[in-house]
C-alpha cells in the first residue's frame, strides 16, 4: 500500500476533497440488488420501445408494399418515398451497431 504524505499535496497549491465511506456487507447487497433491478427495468424498456418501432415500421413498411403494388402513380411516388426512408434507417441503424 502507497502512502500519501497529506502536509505535501496541500504545499502544492492543488485542492483535494476526499470521501471516506463504510458499507456494510447488507447494505452493498442491497445496493447491487437495486442497481440491478434498475437495469433490468432500463432493458425491458428498451425492449419494448424497439418492438414497438419495428411492428409500426413493419406495418408501414407493409402498407407501402401495398400501395406500390396496386395504387395510382402519385400514390408509388409517395409509397417509394417512405420504403427509400425506412430501408436507409434500417442500414443506417445496422451500420451504427456494426460500430459497437
Known amino acids: 500500500m502507497e502512502t500519501i504524505d497529506l502536509v505535501q499535496l496541500t504545499k ?3 485542492r483535494y476533497d ?3 465511506t ?9 445496493r447491487r440488488s437495486e442497481e440491478a433491478a434498475v437495469a433490468a427495468q432500463k432493458r425491458h424498456f428498451a425492449y419494448v420501445l424497439f ?3 419495428l411492428l409500426t415500421i413493419g406495418a408501414i413498411f407493409i402498407g407501402c408494399i ?3 403494388a396496386g395504387g395510382t ?3 408509388k411516388k409517395w409509397a417509394a418515398g417512405l420504403l427509400s426512408a425506412i430501408v436507409s434507417g434500417l442500414v443506417g441503424y445496422l451500420v451504427g451497431k456494426g460500430r459497437n
Open 73 to 75: 402513380a402519385e400514390d
Open 12 to 14: 502544492a497549491g492543488h
Open 22 to 30: 463504510s458499507e456494510t456487507p447488507q447494505d452493498a447487497q442491497a
Open 51 to 53: 418492438y414497438f418501432g
Open 18 to 20: 476526499a470521501t471516506i
Open 66 to 68: 401495398y400501395l406500390f
